[in-house]
C-alpha cells in the first residue's frame, strides 16, 4: 500500500512536469511569434522611413542647389561653376555618405556648345544626355523635380540600377540646364541584413511593377518578382499601401511596406533560425525537468523512507513510554514496600536486607533518570567532551570493578584481552568511555546464562601521526537479536522484543546513548548478533597518545581533596538537599556557602562577588527561582560558571536554561560521579 502511494505520487509529478514543459514551450512559443513580429514590424518601418527620408533630404538638398546654381548664368561663369560643383560634391558625399548618395552633375546649355560637369562616370561609348528619357521628362516638368530608375539596360551607370532625381534649371522661362543626382539603394538592403535577427534571413526593395532595385543576390537585381524563385503570394503584397503586411508561407514569414516614393520594402525572416532559442529553451527545460523530477523522485522516496522511521521511531517511543511506566513504577514499589517492612522489623538482618533492597532499587531508578537526562542532553546538542590525560588500564579496571559481583553469582567466565601496545596513558573523555563500556558490559553480563562466557577484547588496529585506533568488542552468550531487529538497535527508545528481554529491565536507551557518545568521539559501532547465538558489539575510537606528567591531580588522587582552592554557592531551597551535598562534596575539600532562595543567593554574591569560583543553582525556589537569579548575576558577571540543578531534563527547558545565562546542568536526582567530573570540567580546566 505504501509503495503504491509512492507510485501514484512519482506518477502525478511526471504528469505536471510534461504539463509544466508543454505549456513552457507554447507560451515562449508565442510570446517569441510576437517578439518576431514585433521585431520585423519595428525594423521594416524604419527602413521605409529610412529610404524616405534619403529621398526626401536628397531633394530638399536639389531644390537649394539649383536655386544656387542660377546665380551662375548671367553671367555664365563656367570656370566658378566648375569650381563650386566640386565643392558641393565633397559636401554631398559627406553629409549624405549614411545614404550612400554618391554622384552630382550637371548639363548645362551655354552659347558656344552644351557643357557636362560630371561627379561620376557615364557610360561615353554610347550615351547622349538628350536622348534619354528621363532628359526629356525633366525638362517638360518645367522645374519639378523627376525620380527616375535607372537599370542596366537602360545604359545606366556602370551597369548598376540607381535612382536619379533631376531638376531643370529656367531663367525667366528659359530651359538654361539640369542638375543630376545619383542615390544607391543597395546600402538600404545592406542595412536590413546588418540585424542579428535576419541571419539567414534577406531584405530587398522593389519598385510597383516588382521588379527588384535591392537584393543580397545580385543576379536578380532588375528582374521581375515572377522571374525569381519566390513563394510568397505577390497580390498579397500590393496591400502595404503605407502599412505593413505579414505573410507566413512555410518556414518564413514576409513582412513588406510600401514608401512615400512608390517603392516596396520586402523582408523575409526564417521562423526556424529565429525560433532555434526556444528549442534549446525546450531542451533545456526537458532536462531541467528531468533533473528536478529526479531529484523530486528522491525526494519523495527519502521522505517516504523517513516518514516510515518517523512512524516506527513513534511506535517505539509509544512503548517506551509505556514500558517506562512499568520500569519506574517496579522500583518505586520496591522502595516503598520496602521502607515500610524496614521500618516495622525489629530484626536487625531483616532491616539490613531492606535498606539493601531501597538502595539497589534506587539506584535502578536513578540510572533511568540518568539516562533520560543523556539522551536529552545529547540530542539537544549541548554535551560537552573532556578531553584530557587518563590511565586506559585503570579505566578499563574500574569498569570491570563496576561488575564483579554480578558475574562472580552468575558463575560467568570474563575472558579479557587487551593489546599490551596501547599507550598507558590516552587523551579523551575518561568518563563517556566508561559510561560506553559499561553499559555494553551491564547489557552482555545481564543477558548472559548462569556459567555462561563474556570475551572482552581490545586491540590496537593502527598508531598514525600519534592516534591510536583502538577497537573494543564484548562477546556475550545471550538470546541473540533477530537482523530485522539489528537495524533498529541503536535507535532511541527501541527494545527487542518482549520474549527476548522478558527477564530483564531495559528503558531502550543506553545503546543509543552509547551510539552517540561514540559517533561525538569520532568512532563507529555495531554489533553482530544471531538468534541463540548471542550477540557482539563493536566499536573503533581514535585516542591520542597522552603524557603521564600532565596527569591531572584527580586521576591520581581519586577526588580527595582535589576542589580544597575553591569556593562555591550553592543556592538550594530544600534542606535535606543541602544535607546531601554537603555530606557528598565534603571530601572533596571544596568550601561551601548555601543560600535558602534566589533572593539570598543573589545578596550573597553582591556582597561578595570575587570570592566564588562557581555556583550550583536551583530552578524551582521560592522568593526568586534559579532562573531570574542567574539573570540578575549575570548583569554584574559574564563569566562564573553557573551550573543548573534541575529535574527538568526536556529540552526546551535546557534550551530556556542556557538563553538565561546558565553555563551547563546536571539533573536531579544528583548523581554523585556526574556533579564531581561537572565540577573538574569548570574548576580544574
Not at 574500574?398 to 599490551?420: A, F, G, M, P, R
Request: charged fraction near 25%.
Amino acid at each position: 500500500m505504501k509503495n503504491k502511494i509512492l507510485i501514484i505520487q512519482m506518477g502525478i509529478t511526471i504528469i505536471m512536469f510534461i504539463m509544466m514543459i508543454s505549456l513552457s514551450y507554447f507560451f515562449t512559443k508565442d510570446v517569441m511569434r510576437k517578439q518576431l513580429n514585433n521585431d520585423s514590424e519595428l525594423l521594416i518601418t524604419y527602413t521605409a522611413n529610412r529610404l524616405d527620408k534619403a529621398l526626401n533630404e536628397t531633394k530638399i538638398f536639389l531644390e537649394e542647389f539649383a536655386n544656387n546654381v542660377k546665380e551662375f548664368f548671367p553671367k555664365r561663369n563656367l570656370v566658378d561653376l566648375q569650381n563650386y560643383f566640386n565643392t558641393m560634391v565633397n559636401s554631398i558625399v559627406f553629409i549624405s555618405s549614411d545614404y550612400n548618395l554618391t554622384g552630382l552633375s550637371g548639363y548645362f546649355l551655354c552659347p558656344e556648345k552644351p557643357i557636362l560637369i560630371e561627379t561620376f562616370e557615364w557610360d561615353r561609348d554610347n550615351f547622349d544626355i538628350t536622348k534619354r528619357d528621363w532628359y526629356q521628362k525633366t525638362v517638360d516638368a518645367n522645374g519639378e523635380i523627376i525620380e527616375t530608375l535607372l537599370f542596366s539596360q537602360d545604359n545606366a551607370i556602370n551597369d548598376e540600377i540607381v535612382y536619379l532625381l533631376t531638376k531643370a534649371i529656367y531663367i525667366e522661362d528659359v530651359y538654361c540646364g539640369m542638375i543630376i543626382i545619383r542615390l544607391q539603394l543597395k546600402s538600404i538592403t545592406n542595412y536590413i541584413l546588418a540585424f542579428p535577427m535576419m541571419e539567414k534571413g534577406y531584405g530587398f526593395i522593389m519598385d510597383t511593377n516588382f521588379r527588384i532595385l535591392s537584393h543580397p543576390k545580385e543576379e536578380y537585381i532588375g528582374k521581375k518578382l515572377s522571374e525569381i524563385d519566390f513563394y510568397f503570394d505577390n497580390f498579397n503584397i500590393k496591400k502595404a499601401n503605407g502599412h505593413i503586411i505579414t505573410q507566413e508561407e512555410g518556414e518564413s514569414v514576409l513582412y513588406a511596406k510600401r514608401t512615400e516614393h512608390n517603392l516596396y520594402v520586402v523582408m523575409v525572416t526564417p521562423k526556424k533560425d529565429y525560433y532555434s532559442n526556444i528549442n534549446l529553451v525546450l531542451i533545456f527545460l526537458i532536462f531541467a525537468g528531468i533533473f528536478f523530477t529526479l531529484c523530486l523522485i528522491v525526494i519523495l522516496t527519502k521522505i517516504e523512507k523517513a516518514k516510515n522511521i518517523a512512524i516506527k521511531e513513534s511506535i517505539n517511543k509509544t512503548n517506551f513510554l509505556a514500558n517506562m511506566g512499568y520500569e519506574i513504577r517496579d522500583p518505586l514499589n520496591t522502595i516503598t514496600g520496602m521502607s515500610s517492612m524496614g521500618k516495622l522489623s525489629q530484626n536487625v538482618e531483616k532491616k539490613d536486607y531492606c535498606f539493601d533492597k531501597v538502595i539497589e532499587s534506587s539506584q535502578y531508578l536513578l540510572e533511568i533518570i540518568n539516562n533520560i537526562s543523556d539522551i536529552t542532553e545529547i540530542e539537544s546538542g549541548k554535551l560537552k567532551l573532556n578531553m584530557e590525560e587518563f590511565h586506559f588500564n585503570k579505566m578499563v579496571q574500574k569498569v570491570l570493578d563496576k561488575y564483579k559481583q554480578e558475574i562472580e553469582e552468575k558463575s560467568i567466565t570474563l575472558e579479557i584481552i587487551i593489546d599490551n601496545s596501547i599507550p598507558e596513558v590516552l587523551i579523551g573523555d575518561e568518563i563517556r568511555l566508561m559510561q560506553v563500556l559499561s553499559n555494553l558490559l551491564n547489557n552482555a553480563v545481564k543477558f548472559s546464562p548462569k556459567k555462561g562466557k563474556i570475551k572482552f577484547y581490545i586491540k590496537l588496529l593502527s598508531w598514525v601521526n600519534n592516534y591510536n585506533l583502538l577497537e573494543v568488542s564484548i562477546k556475550d552468550q545471550g538470546p541473540g537479536i533477530s537482523e530485522g531487529e539489528k537495524e533498529l538497535l541503536f535507535a532511541p527508545y527501541y527494545q527487542a522484543k518482549k520474549n527476548t528481554l522478558h527477564n530483564f529491565s531495559s528503558t531502550g536507551l543506553g545503546l543509543t546513548i552509547c551510539k552517540k557518545l561514540i559517533e561525538l568521539m569520532d568512532g563507529r559501532i555495531w554489533a553482530n548478533s544471531k538468534i541463540n547465538r548471542g550477540s557482539t558489539f563493536y566499536f573503533t575510537l581514535k585516542l591520542k597518545k597522552g603524557d603521564i606528567r600532565n596527569l591531572k591531580p584527580h586521576h591520581l588522587i581519586d577526588n580527595e581533596e582535589i576542589f580544597e582552592d575553591y569556593d562555591i554557592l550553592i543556592a538550594e531551597d530544600m534542606t535535606t538537599n543541602q544535607e546531601i551535598l554537603n555530606l557528598l562534596l565534603k571530601r572533596t575539600g571544596i568550601s561551601i556557602d548555601f543560600a535558602n532562595n534566589g533572593k539570598e543567593a543573589l545578596k550573597m554574591f553582591n556582597e561578595n562577588p570575587d570570592k566564588y569560583d562557581l555556583i550550583l543553582m536551583d530552578i524551582q525556589m521560592p522568593i526568586l527561582n534559579g532562573v531570574e537569579t542567574t539573570v540578575e548575576i549575570r548583569k554584574i558577571n559574564q563569566k562564573i560558571p553557573i551550573i543548573a540543578m534541575t529535574a527538568h531534563i526536556f529540552m526546551d527547558d535546557i534550551n530556556q536554561f542556557m538563553e538565561a545565562g546558565m553555563t551547563d546542568h546536571v539533573s536531579k536526582p544528583i548523581n554523585f560521579e556526574k556533579l564531581i567530573n561537572m565540577l573538574k570540567l569548570y574548576l580544574l580546566r
